[in-house]
C-alpha cells in the first residue's frame, strides 16, 4: 500500500463496532461450514467438551485474522466499509506479532476505549490504527 499521495482519516466508534460486527457474523459462517466435517466425522455428535475441537476452532479464528490482516491490511468485515488496518509507525504491512496481541486485546474488550479517545485500546498498544482513505 503507497502511502505517499494518499490521506487517510482514523473510524470511529460506531464505524469500528459495524466492522466487528460484520466481521463476527462472516466468521461464525466459517466456523460453521469448517465444523461440517468434524461433525461427519462425529457420527453427528456435537462436540462441545472438547479441547481439541475448541482449538480447532481457535486456530481457525486466529488464521482468518492474521491471514486477511498480514496480506491485505482488512478483513472481509473491513473491505464492506472500505477500511483497513495499518502500522501506526510507518503505515507498511503488519507483523504477526501486532495482529496477535492486536486480537487478544480486542477480545479483551479493547473497543471501550473508543468512547472516550479516537483510538483503540488494541490499536494502542499493538501499536496500529483503523484507517479510511479521505476522498
Known amino acids: ?3 505517499n499521495d494518499i490521506n487517510y482519516i482514523n473510524v ?3 464505524k469500528s463496532i459495524l466492522v466487528c460486527i460484520y466481521d463476527l457474523m462472516l466468521l461464525f459462517s466459517v466456523l460453521f461450514f469448517m465444523s461440517l466435517p468434524v461433525l461427519l466425522f462425529s457420527d ?3 462436540i462441545i467438551n472438547s479441547i481439541l475441537y475448541q482449538l480447532y476452532l481457535l486456530i481457525i479464528i486466529v488464521f482468518y485474522y492474521l491471514w486477511f490482516w498480514i496480506k491485505h491490511n482488512q478483513t472481509l ?3 464492506s466499509w472500505k477500511v483497513y488496518i495499518v502500522n ?3 503505515e507498511s ?3 504477526v506479532g501486532q495482529c496477535l496481541l492486536r486480537l487478544v486485546i480486542s477480545l479483551l474488550g479493547g473497543h471501550i476505549l473508543l468512547i472516550v479517545n479516537k483510538n483503540s485500546l488494541q490499536g494502542i498498544i499493538s501499536k496500529t490504527k483503523i484507517i479510511k482513505k479521505s476522498i
Open 88 to 90: 501506526e509507525r510507518n
Open 12 to 14: 470511529g466508534f460506531i
Open 44 to 46: 453427528g455428535q456435537a
Open 1 to 3: 500500500m503507497n502511502t
Open 93 to 95: 504491512k503488519l507483523s
Open 77 to 79: 468485515g473491513m473491505r
